[in-house]
């Protein structure tokens, strides 16, 4: 399925990280992308020329593709789901304005309120980034 990003995750401007779900599949994997733009909050007290998105921002946003594979079961329907760690994260380059950026979330366990995943960014078919995930949910 192909769900609005308004419609799964609860986060809004400028706290929601992703453009667009590409692909979930309950409980099991979530894809999305997002097209890093010169004009992103975050950027606001960098100099031109340096800009870079702060490596904490692509995991939130790897984090609420994540949630989506959470949040689309029926049994966790408007429940919360929380971010909670990071374990080996891996990053291979920086993200910059002009970016496209493809994120893809695995669950890999999923049981009462704990669920681990694994997550990819891609940029071109490249991997940028990887890291293994938890989330809590409420």
């Known amino acids: 399925m192909k769900p609005e990003v308004n419609d799964v995750i609860p986060q ?21 992308v997002k097209l890093i733009s010169i004009n992103e909050w975050f950027f606001a007290n960098q100099q031109a020329g ?30 919360n789901v929380f971010f909670g760690g990071i374990k080996n ?15 893809k979330v695995e669950m890999k366990k999923l049981r009462a309120n704990i669920g681990l995943g694994h997550g990819v960014i891609t940029r071109e078919a490249k991997v940028i980034c990887e890291a293994d995930l938890i989330f809590a949910v409420e």
């Open 12 to 32: 809004r401007y400028p706290f929601q990280m992703i453009d667009r779900f590409l692909e979930v599949t309950a409980g099991k994997t979530a894809t999305a």
């Open 50 to 79: 340096q800009l870079t998105v702060p490596r904490p921002i692509m995991i939130e946003a790897m984090a609420q593709t994540g949630v989506a594979a959470i949040l689309t079961l029926p049994e966790y329907h408007g429940k």
């Open 89 to 103: 994260a891996q990053f291979q380059d920086d993200f910059r304005p002009g970016d496209q950026l493809t994120f």
